[in-house]
């Protein structure tokens, strides 16, 4: 009887120590809201990180347009990525959401896209290279070129 009392001792401790390490990992994690804008913007046009620290970008798209007309998504680029001929190539990407799947190498993380009022959240791991900056940007047709882009500076 004391030895299965042990063993259940021991199973409750360590259910205990795993959930404790779930909630210090989501803790860890910080989230940044960013609002896509009919405006063509980013509400946030610059993230600030650690290496290796755990983000959650979360885009909301405050349009009241139909999809076909005003979709959003977030685009995080590798640090060697030409933005402007991602953006570029991606207007021909229709049926993969506006992202060039011939040039999925230079992408870090990305959302779906977002419809008007809805919300998409990515979550990743921050590079860990420091010093330069890692473009951020909407593929959308149009988007980009009339400035939805932002930046993350690895620090």
């Avoid at 795993?18 to 989230?31: C, H, K, S, V």
């Avoid at 139909?66 to 991606?90: I, R, T």
């Avoid at 060039?100 to 896209?113: A, C, G, N, Q």
């Amino acid at each position: 009887m004391l030895k299965t009392s042990k063993i259940f001792q021991a199973a409750f401790l360590l259910l205990i120590s795993l959930g404790m390490l779930g909630i210090a990992t989501a803790a860890q994690r910080r989230a940044i809201e960013i609002e896509g804008l009919q405006t063509l913007k980013f509400s946030v046009d610059h993230i600030s990180a650690k290496p290796g620290e755990k983000l959650t970008v979360k885009l909301t798209n405050k349009t009241s347009l139909p999809p076909e007309a005003m979709s959003h998504n977030f685009v995080l680029l590798k640090k060697d990525a030409d933005s402007g001929a991602f953006a570029n190539a991606a207007i021909n990407a229709k049926d993969n959401g506006y992202i060039p799947k011939d040039m999925m190498d230079k992408v870090i993380v990305h959302t779906e896209l977002v419809a008007g009022g809805e919300t998409k959240s990515v979550t990743f791991t921050v590079p860990q290279e420091t010093g330069d900056y890692y473009s951020y940007i909407c593929t959308f047709p149009g988007h980009y070129a009339a400035g939805m882009k932002g930046t993350l500076t690895v620090k």
